[in-house]
Structure formats: structure tokens, C-alpha cells
């Protein structure tokens, strides 16, 4: 296979488009040149149309991954600015949070996420983690049934 980079070669290639906001997105002009839409990260208030938040994959999250994770934490924060200017209620600071799990085997994960606030013009990381290399099977398990947890609590976060 042949790309602007290099030349590789392989029994199995997997070519993945360049990604960018949804089409509903780049539609309504959300987007900026990057193909994303920028967001306050204080609010998750659109940079581009001040009555629209973005989250998600849409949008320009600064340090936080691109995750189902993090999208539901930017949702929460949406939600609260949204219900703060409805009912002129408090609007806590922007905070953030992720984490993703990846099954090695069965019952047997790894994880790496991170917590993150607003600064500096975008969603930072404020600390960060990653499973560790020997880590003990005890240890790996906990991480697996962390992300079963984990499934089920967004799952009925999500679709109650």
C-alpha cells in the first residue's frame, strides 16, 4: 500500500479514512478547517453558534480521547450548563473524565484514561494513568470487571 508517508506492506491492511465531525456537523458549518468542531471546554458551548453544544467525536477535545467515555462526561457538562442557564441554577467548573479498557484474555484487562479540566484553550489533562507492564493477574481481573461495571452503568446511563 502506497500513502503519502511511505509504502507498507502486509497480509491484512486496513485503511481508515481520514476522520472527521459527522456530516450533520460540517452541514450546519460547525467545523473548522481540521474537520472538527472547535468547543469552549469550559461549557462544550460550539465556538462557531453559541445555541449548540458539541461532544463527542465531533468535537475538538483537546487531550481527551475520542471515547464513548468521554463523550458521556462532556455530555454531563453540557447538560449542566444547559440546565444552569434554563434555571439560573450554579455551574460547577468543567471536569472532565475517561478511562478505556482493552480485554488481553479472558477476564484479563489493561486500562489507561485520565481526569481533565478546562485551561489554556482547551479540555487538559489534569492527571493521567496507564496499567503497568507485570502487573499482577489480581490486578488485570480488577480492571476487567471494572469495565463490565463500567458498560452497565453507561449503558443505563445512556438508554435508562
Known amino acids: 500500500m502506497t500513502t ?6 502486509g497480509a491484512l491492511v486496513n485503511v481508515i479514512p481520514k476522520q472527521r465531525a459527522g456530516e450533520i456537523a460540517t452541514a450546519a458549518g ?50 449542566m450548563q444547559i440546565r444552569g442557564e434554563l434555571t439560573g441554577s450554579k455551574v460547577f467548573p468543567a471536569r472532565y473524565s475517561n478511562t478505556c479498557w482493552s480485554l488481553i484474555e479472558a477476564e484479563d484487562g489493561v486500562k489507561v484514561g485520565g481526569q481533565y479540566a478546562a485551561g489554556d484553550g482547551k479540555i487538559a489533562a489534569t492527571s493521567t494513568f496507564v496499567s503497568q507492564t507485570g502487573e ?24 435508562g
Open 4 to 9: 503519502d508517508l511511505d509504502t507498507f506492506k
Open 30 to 79: 460547525l467545523t473548522d478547517a481540521s474537520g472538527f468542531c472547535p468547543i469552549d471546554p469550559a461549557s462544550m458551548r460550539s465556538k462557531v453558534d453559541a445555541s449548540v453544544y458539541v461532544v463527542g467525536d465531533a468535537c475538538i477535545a483537546g487531550d481527551m480521547p475520542k471515547s464513548a467515555f468521554s463523550a458521556n462526561s462532556q455530555a454531563k457538562i453540557a447538560a
Open 136 to 159: 499482577d493477574l489480581s490486578v488485570r481481573r480488577g480492571n476487567y470487571q471494572e469495565s463490565l461495571g463500567w458498560y452497565a452503568g453507561i449503558a443505563a446511563d445512556i438508554f
